[in-house]
């Protein structure tokens, strides 16, 4: 059972460039989300799903896209990609609103 | 205004201590979680232990429980016996209301690092 697999670990982008962070999870999980962590700071919330065809928008959802096609998978795209979107960005996934969320590895994205 | 607010940024402990980090909270939803998660410096998000809003009881999870006090709107994370593996970022994060979505809301986190 591998859990929430995100890829790549490591990113390095020019400005400007596109590029799709994925996310997959095995656990049939309806709710799936996708953070960024910035030194100092907790997880922001970028764009959440709640099940296959259903997305929404969080706190910091400019220059992101997503879109949810199957329920174990949850991609991030960056559009045109800017130095302010140099972070640490995380997928997670739950079952239920009143379970905890599980967490991918985490994927170092540097845009130059 | 901030909906979580986590005041230390960074704690001492001796090992084998307890030790509370503070987490307060900011919501006029009657119904929310409340969840701590722990970040080690491999940078993986660790789950440790969950509070709704009608529970009666203080959460507990093996040496983790979870101080809720409703009207001070605090939920604090009591550690006991700590150990030198327990250092670590500790993030306090809320889900409001009911409906279907999973939003969680992190507080800034409290880097504790636990003497031997």
Redesign the interface.
């Known amino acids: 059972n591998a859990g929430v697999t995100q890829t790549p670990k490591f990113q390095v982008l020019k400005t400007g460039q596109s590029m799709t962070l994925q996310c997959a999870q095995d656990m049939n999980h309806e709710y799936m989300s996708w953070y960024r962590q910035d030194p100092g700071m907790g997880l922001r919330l970028i764009h959440y799903s709640v099940g296959a065809g259903i997305t929404d928008q969080g706190e910091v959802p400019n220059g992101y896209n997503v879109s949810r096609s199957t329920t174990e998978d949850f991609p991030l795209r960056l559009l045109s990609a800017a130095p302010s979107q140099t972070s640490v960005y995380f997928c997670a996934s739950s079952y239920s609103t009143v379970t905890e969320a599980f967490f991918g590895q985490g994927t170092r994205l540097t845009v130059v | 205004a901030q909906k ?1 607010t986590q005041t230390q940024p960074g704690m001492f402990v001796q090992e084998k201590e307890a030790v509370t980090l503070d987490c307060t909270y900011d919501t006029s939803d009657p119904s929310y ?1 409340l ?1 701590w ?1 722990k970040q080690p410096s491999s ?3 660790i ?1 440790l232990i ?1 509070q ?1 809003s009608y529970d009666q009881q203080n959460a507990t999870e093996g040496r983790y429980s979870l101080n809720f006090q409703k009207a001070r709107k605090s939920a604090n994370l009591v550690i006991s016996a700590s150990q030198l593996g327990d250092s670590a970022m500790y ?1 306090c ?1 809320m ?1 409001e209301g ?1 409906d ?10 409290t880097r504790l690092l636990v003497r031997p």
Not at chain 2, 101 to 109: A, D, N, T, V
């Open positions: 979580i979680g969840f998660y940078g993986e998000m789950f969950y709704g993030f994060a889900r009911e279907s979505s999973y939003k969680l809301i992190f507080g800034s986190g």
